[in-house]
C-alpha cells in the first residue's frame, strides 16, 4: 500500500558506487534528487560490499572526478594512510569509505536519501519510465536512474537487457566463444564473492571460525600455493608456509591488521547455481546466504591452517554478523539493450598503440569517463582465456585505457531513464574491465550530470546534447572529471582542461601513445605540489638497477634502519615513469616516497640524482 507519494526531479534507485556518485552529482548540479537505497551504507563495492582495496584508475591522471575526490578523503581520513596491500594501492577501513559517502550526501539539502527500500513496481507512460514504488511509498520524478546491483529497474520496467554470453557472431570480438556450450551454460555472468574482513589478533587467540554447512576444504586446497617462491617479505622465509599464508593474506590487507578476503584462487567466489541472482527473490536470497556460507568456511579453512591469530574481525559493518560485507560483491549484472553496446574491442589496445579507440560504433566521440583496468573475468576452477590489455607502465603491469560513451548509459526504446552501474549496455566479454569500481563512480557522476541536464532543458536522456554534458563534466567546480585519457595528464596542470577540449574537438589527432605534446612535469620540479608530497614521504638512497620490461629494483643504503633491503620500484606519475626509464643502470639515486610492506615496493613520487 503505497502511504506516501515524493516527486523528484531526478531519482535514483540504488546506493551503490554508481547510484552514489549519480545521485551526488545530480545534486549538486542543483536538481531536486532523491536516492532510495537498500542498505544502511551507501557506496556498494566500495563500502557495504566490502571491496575497500579497489582496482583500476590508479594511475595520476585518472585520479579525477568523485573518484579523485574520494581518494583525497581518504588520504585525509584513514589514519596509517592507504600502503597496505599489495593488489591495490589503495586499501582503507568500508566503515571510512561509507562516511565520505554519507557527509557527502548530507551536505546537500536538495538530495533526499531513504535507506532500507527496495523497488516493487515501475510506473510507465507509453515508452517513457515516471516512478517506482516501494513497500510504502513511491517516488514520480522527470528522470530515473537505475543504480541497483544487479539492475532489477530493468526488469521490472520491462526495459529490454541482456544476461549471459554473446557469440562471436554477434559483434566479431576476439574473446567471444563460437558457440554456446556447458561453461557458458554454467557462468552465464561472472561469479561473485561475499567478502569477508579477517583480523591478525597477534599473540591472543582469535575465537574459532565456525564451520557453515556445506563445508569441503578441499574446495579450498592449494588457495595460496604459488605465492612463496616470489615471495620478498624481509621479515618471514620465503617458501615456508607462514610466508605463502602472509602473502596471501596481504593481497587484501587493510589498516589495523585486518584482511579483506576477495580471492579468487580456489577461495570465495561462488559460483552454484548463477541463474537463481535474477529468478526471484527468494532464490536470491537462497543464493545470498550460500555465498556468506562459502566465505565463512574459507575463513575457517584459513584459520585452520594459519593458526588462530587469525580470526573473523569485529565491528566491522552494520549488522549482527560484522565480518561479512553487507551484501555479495557483485561484478556483473543484467546489462542495458542501448544506442550503443561497449564491446571487447572497444576496450583493447589501437593496433601498435597503447590505449583504445576513443571513438564508439557512430564514429563520434561520445566519452564521458576512462577507465584502464585488465579484463578481468572470474570462473571458479577455470582458465578463461582473453586478448591482452595489459602494459607495463611505472615499473609495473596496469591496464590500456579505454572510454565509455554515453550512449551505453540510455535504452535503445524507452525515455525518462538511465542506466548508472554495471548495467550499461556492455557485452559479457567487455563487462570484465568495465565493472571496476572507479569505472562505475565515473559512470554514476555522468548519468546524474545528465540526468540535472535533461531537467534543466527539458529534454530526454537521448536528446541530451553529447558536447555540453561533455563539457559540463570537464568543467564541474567541485570534482572535474577526465573524459579523455592521457597517461601524461594528470588534473592539477594548468593545461589540463586545453588538452582534454583539444582532443575531444579533434578526435582524429588523438595519440595511440596516450601522451600529449605538453611540456613534462620536469620542467617544473619545484612545484608546490611536487613539494607537497615531498613534505608527505620518506626519503631514500641507494642503487637503482634496470631490469628487463620496465623493471625497476632500488638496493637500500639509508637510511640504516632500510640497509641492505632490496625494492621493486613503482610510480603512478609520468614524468616519475619517464625518469626511470631513462635513469642510468647500477647508479646512485635519492628517492623520496611511500613503501608498502606487502607488495615490497617503493612508491616513488620524487627522484633525485646520486
Not at 569477508?196 to 599473540?203: A, Y
Not at 557485452?427 to 531537467?455: F, K, Y
Amino acid at each position: 500500500m503505497v502511504n506516501q507519494t515524493y516527486t523528484a526531479d531526478v531519482l535514483v534507485v540504488g546506493g551503490g558506487t554508481g547510484g552514489t556518485a549519480a545521485a551526488i552529482q545530480a545534486a549538486r548540479r542543483g536538481a531536486k534528487t532523491i536516492l532510495v537505497s537498500e542498505f544502511s551504507w551507501l557506496g556498494g563495492m566500495l563500502t557495504s560490499a566490502g571491496v575497500s582495496v579497489p582496482d583500476g584508475n590508479e594511475l595520476e591522471a585518472f585520479q579525477t572526478g568523485l573518484w579523485g575526490a574520494f581518494l583525497q578523503e581518504l588520504r585525509q581520513r584513514q589514519p596509517g594512510g592507504l600502503d597496505n596491500s599489495w593488489v591495490s594501492f589503495f586499501s582503507y577501513e568500508p566503515r571510512i569509505g561509507a562516511e565520505i559517502f554519507a557527509n557527502w550526501v548530507q551536505e546537500l539539502p536538495n538530495l533526499h536519501w531513504i535507506s532500507g527500500q527496495v523497488p516493487i513496481e515501475v510506473f510507465r507512460q507509453g515508452d517513457s519510465i515516471t516512478g517506482v514504488r516501494f513497500a510504502d511509498f513511491a517516488v514520480t520524478a522527470k528522470i530515473i536512474l537505475d543504480g541497483t546491483e544487479l539492475g532489477d529497474l530493468l526488469a521490472l520496467a520491462n526495459i529490454p537487457y541482456r544476461w549471459g554470453w554473446e557469440l562471436q557472431s554477434e559483434w566479431e570480438e576476439p574473446s567471444a566463444p563460437v558457440t554456446f556450450n556447458s561453461f557458458t551454460k554454467k557462468y552465464p555472468v561472472q561469479a561473485p564473492t561475499h567478502v569477508v574482513i579477517m583480523q591478525d589478533f597477534g599473540d591472543v587467540m582469535s575465537p574459532e571460525v565456525p564451520v557453515a554447512p556445506n563445508y569441503n576444504p578441499s574446495h579450498f586446497t592449494s588457495a595460496w600455493d604459488g605465492y612463496g617462491a616470489e615471495t620478498v617479505l624481509q621479515t618471514l622465509t620465503p617458501g615456508d608456509s607462514d610466508a605463502r599464508g602472509l602473502r596471501f593474506l596481504n593481497y587484501g590487507r587493510l589498516p589495523g591488521g585486518q584482511f579483506m578476503i576477495n580471492w579468487p584462487i580456489c577461495g570465495n567466489d561462488y559460483d552454484r547455481g548463477l541463474e537463481r541472482l535474477i529468478e526471484s527473490d527468494v532464490s536470491r536470497d537462497e543464493f545470498i546466504q550460500e555465498s556468506r556460507w562459502h566465505s565463512q568456511n574459507f575463513a575457517h579453512f584459513i584459520q585452520n591452517q594459519l593458526g588462530r591469530r587469525y580470526g573473523l574481525a569485529e565491528k566491522v559493518f552494520p549488522h549482527a554478523s560484522t565480518a561479512f560485507a553487507l551484501h555479495p560483491y557483485y561484478r556483473e549484472s543484467r546489462r542495458l539493450v542501448g544506442l550503443t553496446t561497449v564491446r571487447e574491442q572497444d576496450i583493447l589496445p589501437i593496433a601498435g598503440g597503447r590505449v583504445a579507440s576513443i571513438f564508439n560504433d557512430a564514429r563520434f566521440c561520445e566519452t564521458i569517463t576512462v577507465g584502464n583496468y585488465a579484463n578481468d573475468h572470474h570462473y571458479p576452477g577455470v582458465q578463461f582465456s582473453l586478448q591482452p590489455k595489459s602494459i607495463r607502465w611505472g615499473g609495473r603491469w596496469t591496464g590500456t585505457p579505454f572510454t565509455i560513451p554515453y550512449s551505453s548509459l540510455i535504452p535503445a526504446t524507452t525515455d525518462g531513464f538511465l542506466v548508472c552501474e554495471k548495467n550499461i549496455s556492455v557485452s559479457h566479454i567487455a563487462n570484465g574491465a568495465t565493472r571496476l569500481q572507479p569505472v562505475v563512480m565515473g559512470i554514476g557522476q555522468a548519468a546524474g550530470m545528465a540526468a540535472a541536464m535533461c531537467v534543466e532543458l527539458n529534454c530526454q536522456p537521448r536528446d541530451l546534447p553529447v558536447r555540453s554534458l561533455q563539457t559540463a563534466l570537464l568543467e564541474d567546480n567541485r570534482s572535474k572529471t577526465a573524459i579523455i585519457p592521457l597517461f601524461n595528464l594528470p588534473p592539477n596542470r594548468s593545461d589540463w582542461l586545453h588538452w582534454q577540449l583539444y582532443y575531444l574537438n579533434n578526435p582524429q589527432a588523438y595519440p595511440d601513445s596516450g601522451y600529449c605534446p605538453c611540456p613534462s612535469e620536469n620542467e617544473y620540479p619545484d612545484s608546490v605540489f611536487d613539494q607537497a608530497l615531498i613534505r608527505e614521504t620518506n626519503c631514500f638512497k641507494g642503487i637503482f638497477s634496470h631490469l628487463d620490461r620496465e623493471e625497476y629494483r632500488f638496493a637500500v643504503t639509508a637510511p640504516a634502519a632500510c640497509q641492505g633491503q632490496n625494492w621493486q620500484l613503482v610510480t603512478l606519475r609520468s614524468h616519475i615513469d619517464e625518469q626511470l626509464r631513462a635513469y642510468p643502470h647500477k647508479q646512485l639515486v635519492t628517492l623520496w616516497g611511500h613503501y608498502n610492506h606487502s607488495g615490497n615496493w617503493l612508491l616513488v613520487e620524487h627522484l633525485d640524482g646520486g
